[in-house]
């Protein structure tokens, strides 16, 4: 069983796979603004969700957990940007037929703190109370968390009360997605 989580970033998207409990693949796809046109902006979203989803078509993950939008955040360029790439990397895994998930930033917290609003220092020191595992990166740090909500969902682990909430809060949304027919995307003609 392999469980993928994704934090998208403009600047440093996480992404950890992990395989039965264990990491088997980490990292951080890292990019800038190339240019102030919009053609670069989108450019810039194209490569990231390329980076991000196509090449992890070789190990098909099992689901995919992917950050939800901070709607609180306060560069609404940059969340106009990011709500931009979440989209894209819902429309490539929707395409591949990966089953995916969006997690708000408050359940993920939830998640690996037991609260909704813990810093980031709080979430790398909990990952390593809780799993054994050091991230330096906060980006990663939450991918894994994210990888492990996901895990939770398609087996039966063992997890604390605020887990559980989380795990099955999201877990209705996969279970609706799962349960209704594949709907075919149609291209207008031109």
Known sequence: MISLGM????????????????????????????????????????????????????NDPDIVAVEGLAFMARNTTALCQLAGLNYLIRERLYTLDIPFIIVAPSSLKKFITGKGNSAKDVILMEIYKRYGETFTDDNEADAFGLAKIGEAILKKT?????????????????????AKKRYSVRMPAL
Not at 15 to 26: P, T
């Open 7 to 58: 934090d998208l970033s403009l600047t440093a998207t996480g992404i950890v796979k992990i395989k039965n409990g264990k990491i088997i693949d980490r990292r951080l796809i890292k990019s800038k603004p190339t240019g102030k046109k919009p053609i670069d902006e989108l450019m810039r979203l194209l490569q990231i969700a390329d980076n991000s989803v196509f090449s992890e078509k070789v």
């Open 158 to 178: 063992k997890l604390t009360i605020p887990q559980q909430e989380v795990v099955d809060m999201v877990k209705q949304q996969y279970d609706r997605a799962n």
